[in-house]
């Protein structure tokens, strides 16, 4: 920072960290970015200067008509009803409750893409054991990697798109893409408490207990074949695509010099 000649610095927060050199970058930005909710609660203590700038949806990828026409991905199951979750099987994922929605749902699949890493974020004791016996189930099915480009035909094959994350700070200040996307592609949604599902919890089931993860699945199951809930969701996540992100980002730093607010507004017709 200091080798910058810089005329505006916006700092941009997108996740909990421990690291104590944020405060000072908190508090010395013209403008901070923050992903939740939770997070601007907290910075705006820091500086006034703090707005809310959600993650956002490459709205061109993840467009529900286009998908519908590509061909359904062969290493998906043919038959059954698909339970989807995307992302990166680490340590912030609750795997305990994954097994249990694989036992509560013994005709369904639960269909796993992304990577298990072995860095520090690797799932750990019991959660590493519970993605072991999952490996050994015959509703299971861990489909790794997929590039970016193939994930909608993905998503779009499944019944129900799950967000099952641990009671922990760093998911309590996070702000998953993947509610973007399982929403722009129209998806039922079920979530444990997370920002971004509160804030839409009129287009997606938030879940406070493993037992109730599972009740919303069956809703969501039997969710109503409706075009104009589906549409919802939709039109909810092109109001995060990328462009208008940026855009709120641009109005608020050519505006520096304006009083200091928090907060900005999100809405979707």
Known sequence: MEAVDHGIFAYHCLDYTTREEEISLVRRADAVFCVSETLVAKQSQLNPRTFHLP???DI???DAA???LAPRPADLPR????????????CRLDAKLLLEIAQAFPDAYLVLIGRIPTSDIAPRESQRQALETLRSMPNVRFLGFKP??????YLLSFDVCLMPFLAER????CDPLKFYEYAALGKPIVSTPTAVSRRHGDL????????????RISEALHEPNSPELRE???QMAMSYSWESIVARACEVLNHSDAPSRVGLSTSYV
Not at 79 to 90: Q, T, V
Not at 148 to 153: F, Q, S
Not at 204 to 215: K, L, N, R, T, Y
């Open 55 to 57: 993650n956002g949806v």
């Open 60 to 62: 061109g990828l993840f």
């Open 66 to 68: 286009r998908t519908a």
């Open 79 to 90: 038959n059954g009803r698909l339970l989807g979750f995307l992302g990166h099987l680490n």
């Open 148 to 153: 970016t480009a193939l994930l909608p035909r």
């Open 170 to 173: 760093f998911n309590a200040e």
């Open 204 to 215: 997606c089931c938030v879940a406070e207990s493993p037992q109730e993860f599972i009740h």
């Open 232 to 234: 919802r969701r939709i």
